[in-house]
């Protein structure tokens, strides 16, 4: 079965400094991998996604994602942190099998909140 | 919201009384899906529409039903409201099956059962 794991409840970074939210995966085939963020009171809005190629996919608002195979993982990481970017992100894995579906597998979502 | 409109916005109501969500599109997506939002459970997917008409489960669908009679609207039902239905319900909308394409999401709509 498909499942998506993100193992920090909360991320905590001072504005300025490097941020990584974590995320590891479990799909058979070929993993499509997507971040999505959501601010208070908000629906999600997509960051970026994975689908083949360049291992390091780059996505909006200054986000990056690196995907290892061999690690199973997909890390979004944003070199300098802004107060703005405190938000709950989620990692979101697309499920395999049903030719008619485009389902994704959500994890659990990281409060990532940026200290000044 | 990409053309993604939910109502109501926010419904209290009590147990045992059916209750429509409804989720509007303009951007002419064949894929709708129905989410609920829970502390601790990310989103769960309730039930998703690949056309007119065409709908399927999703991994907690019991106590839901949903109706697709237009491409731009996707209906989800609670039957007959539980208080573990309480919950933030989100309604989502992507282009087309093969390719890995991204889903877009309404502002949601949060629902109380008394």
């Known amino acids: 079965a498909q499942s998506v794991a993100q193992p920090e409840d909360q991320v905590n970074v001072a504005e300025g400094n490097p941020l990584t939210v974590k995320c590891t995966y479990s799909?058979?085939?070929?993993?499509?991998l997507f971040w999505y963020v959501q601010y208070p009171n908000r629906g999600l809005q997509f960051l970026l996604k994975y689908i083949t190629g360049d291992n390091l996919v780059k996505g909006s608002y200054g986000f990056e994602a690196e995907f290892n195979k061999s690690q199973t993982s997909f890390h979004l990481k944003k070199p300098s942190a802004l107060v703005s970017d405190s938000a709950l992100y989620f990692c979101?894995?697309?499920?395999?099998?049903?030719?008619?579906?485009?389902?994704?597998?959500f994890g659990t979502g990281t409060r990532l909140q940026v200290f000044p | 919201d990409a053309g993604i409109t939910q109502s109501p916005r926010h419904k209290v109501t009590e147990t045992g009384t059916p209750v429509t969500l409804r989720c509007h599109q303009t951007e002419n997506h064949r894929y709708m899906y129905w989410y609920r939002q829970d502390p601790g459970h990310g989103l769960r997917l309730i039930h998703y529409s690949y056309g007119v008409k065409d709908t399927d489960k999703g991994e907690v669908s019991d106590g839901y039903s949903v109706s697709r009679s237009k491409t731009e609207d996707f209906l989800l039902t609670l039957e007959s409201a539980t208080s573990s239905q309480t919950s933030v319900y989100f309604c989502?909308?992507?282009?087309?099956?093969?390719?890995?394409?991204?889903?877009?999401f309404g502002p949601g709509t949060r629902l109380t059962v008394t």
């Open positions: 979101a894995v697309r499920a395999s099998g049903g030719y008619n579906t485009d389902k994704l597998i």
């Open positions: 989502a909308i992507s282009e087309s099956t093969g390719l890995p394409y991204e889903q877009y």
């Open positions: 799909v058979s085939g070929n993993p499509y």
